[in-house]
C-alpha cells in the first residue's frame, strides 16, 4: 500500500509529464512525440522532499506526492 507524504494538491494538464526531481520538488515536462522536442523540465510545486532508500516515491491521482516500498529480492515460487 502506498502512503500519502505531502498533500499538494496538483492538477494535471494533458500532454505533460509529471516526475519528482532530485530536489525533491514536483517538476513537469512536455511529452515528446514524433520528432518534436520534449524542452526542458519546469518546476510546478516546490516540496522539499528528502528521499528515503528502499521507497519509490510518485505522484498519485489526487496530484499528491505519495511512497511505496520497494520489492526487492523475491523468493521463487517452487
Given at each position: 500500500?502506498?502512503?500519502?507524504?505531502v498533500?499538494?494538491?496538483?492538477?494535471?494538464?494533458?500532454?505533460?509529464?509529471?516526475?519528482?526531481?532530485?530536489?525533491?520538488?514536483?517538476?513537469?515536462?512536455?511529452?515528446?512525440?514524433g520528432?518534436?522536442?520534449?524542452?526542458?523540465?519546469?518546476?510546478?510545486?516546490?516540496?522539499?522532499?528528502?528521499?528515503?532508500?528502499?521507497?519509490?516515491?510518485?505522484?498519485?491521482?489526487?496530484?499528491?506526492?505519495?511512497?511505496?516500498?520497494?520489492?526487492?529480492?523475491?523468493?521463487?515460487?517452487?
Amino acid at each position: 500500500m502506498a502512503e500519502k507524504v505531502v498533500n499538494t494538491g496538483i492538477t494535471r494538464e494533458e500532454g505533460y509529464l509529471y516526475f519528482m526531481d532530485k530536489e525533491g520538488d514536483i517538476s513537469r515536462i512536455k511529452m515528446a512525440r514524433g520528432r518534436k522536442g520534449r524542452g526542458s523540465p519546469e518546476k510546478v510545486k516546490n516540496a522539499g522532499i528528502k528521499r528515503e532508500t528502499g521507497y519509490l516515491y510518485f505522484i498519485d491521482r489526487q496530484g499528491d506526492i505519495s511512497k511505496s516500498k520497494m520489492m526487492r529480492g523475491r523468493k521463487k515460487k517452487t
